[in-house]
């Protein structure tokens, strides 16, 4: 049961960023691809969340609105930066994964994905949500969602290379 | 293969990608997640009340505006509540009610001057020069939400100035701040924004050209761990 008010907000609170933090850092940083910029994201979509807390708890998969404002904090400051001067454009690239390179790859074709299907395969394929969950959080129609993941999944398998199952045997 | 098919593939390998950074771990601790709500949460309900007293001030500002008050080219520093005593300085540190330090720039000269009037307004400060790094200080390490729970950007600020609104109740514990000049690379507008690796900040100060000559001068705003040395507490 769900109790109104502070008194159990700030325990709710630490309890759903020490369980989910970890996830959603590694989400963002599919996404973003650098170890820093990821970190700032994530912190600064919790520190929102933090703030709208009793908004927050009552979604339905809080965990999907601090990736999504994470992202959508990416977008925002990427446009602010090119307003911005004399930051000596020295924010570093970091090699975000050690995956293999199959993975890289994948990854790679992810974060070039337009964003409204880079947010459906991020909500869908990542965070494993039902197509009707993620038209809710996205208020879009399901069929949408379909649309975008079918395009999405069709880009992204281009960089998974194929095995074929006839092996030539000795 | 159908489509199910191909969507199970790409869910695989986007699992194993993230398989891949299990090593990688949220660092930032609880505590300046909710250190930085709290700092916001405050500024916010601060701007909502300096909105509701915007009407009642105009009429005093209007006043203000119109009495004679001579330039000054000296910084000058001032304690909460107290009229500006000249505008024309080289910086200003100004302390709020509610304890923010404003720091207005138009010219980084007497760096000991402003780096003494810090600390005397209570913020752990260390002021450096053009090109005199001080080998005393050390960086400390710190996320963006840490930073603009501690510096502020004043976007409303008079072109020409740089305005920096710092939170000393946003500092954790021995941590103070510093301030430096730099020579920016870019003539555009101003801002506030991550620079390197660690995360120190520029915010661009417009200096009219007998002063910047060709450069663009910039005020780098970083964190650093306190001493006697560096911060002076």
Redesign the interface.
């Known amino acids: 049961m769900r109790v109104r008010g502070m008194e159990r907000g ?1 325990r709710e ?2 309890e759903f ?2 369980s989910t ?2 996830d ?4 963002v ?2 996404n973003v691809g650098d ?2 910029l990821a ?2 994201l ?3 979509a ?3 969340a ?2 709208s807390w009793r908004h927050v708890r009552e979604l339905e998969v809080p965990r999907a609105w601090v990736v999504r404002t994470a992202l959508n904090t990416h977008v925002s ?1 990427w446009r ?2 090119r ?6 454009d ?3 690239a970091m090699p ?5 390179a ?3 790859d ?2 790679a074709v ?1 974060r070039r994905l337009p964003t409204r299907q880079r947010e459906v ?1 991020t909500l869908r ?2 965070l494993d949500l039902d197509t009707e969950t993620t038209a809710r959080i996205l208020r879009i129609a399901p069929g949408t969602v379909g649309a975008h ?2 395009k999405a ?2 880009t ?2 281009a960089a ?1 290379p194929v095995h074929d199952s006839q092996e030539i045997s000795k | 293969m159908n489509d199910n098919d191909t969507v199970a593939m790409v869910r695989d390998s986007l699992a194993t990608a993230r398989d891949s950074l299990a090593g990688v771990h949220m660092d930032t601790p609880l505590d300046a997640i909710a250190r930085g709500g709290r700092a916001r949460r405050r500024r916010h309900r601060l701007a909502g009340a300096a909105a509701g007293m915007a009407v009642v001030a105009g009429a005093a500002l209007a006043a203000t505006t119109l009495a004679p008050s001579g330039p000054s080219s000296s910084p000058s520093g001032r304690g909460a509540g107290q009229a500006p005593a000249a505008r024309l300085v080289a910086w200003t540190v100004d302390r709020q009610a509610n304890g923010d330090i404003t720091v207005t720039v138009r010219q980084l000269s007497d760096p000991a001057g402003l780096q003494s009037m810090l600390r005397a307004d209570g913020v752990p400060a260390n002021v450096t020069a053009l090109g005199h790094p001080d080998p005393s200080c050390r960086p400390y390490p710190m996320s963006r939400a840490l930073f603009t729970s501690v510096y502020q950007a004043d976007k409303t600020a008079a072109s020409g100035d740089t305005v920096l609104v710092i939170q000393p109740s946003a500092l954790p514990s021995g941590v103070g701040v510093q301030l430096g000049a730099a020579v920016g690379r870019d003539a555009g507008g101003r801002g506030i924004g991550r620079a390197d690796a660690n995360q120190a900040v520029h915010h661009a100060v417009h200096q009219p050209a007998h002063q910047a000559g060709a450069h663009n001068s910039v005020v780098r705003a970083v964190l650093v761990y306190a001493s006697q040395q560096c911060t002076g507490s």
Do not use: K, N
């Open positions: 700030p609170f630490a960023y020490e933090r970890d959603c850092l590694r989400i940083l599919l170890r820093h970190d700032d994530v912190a600064e919790y520190t929102r933090w703030i400051w602010r930066r307003r911005e001067v004399a930051l000596g020295h924010d570093t975000a994964e050690q995956g293999t199959v993975s890289r994948l990854v992810l395969v394929l990542l993941l079918h999944v069709a992204l398998r998974i």
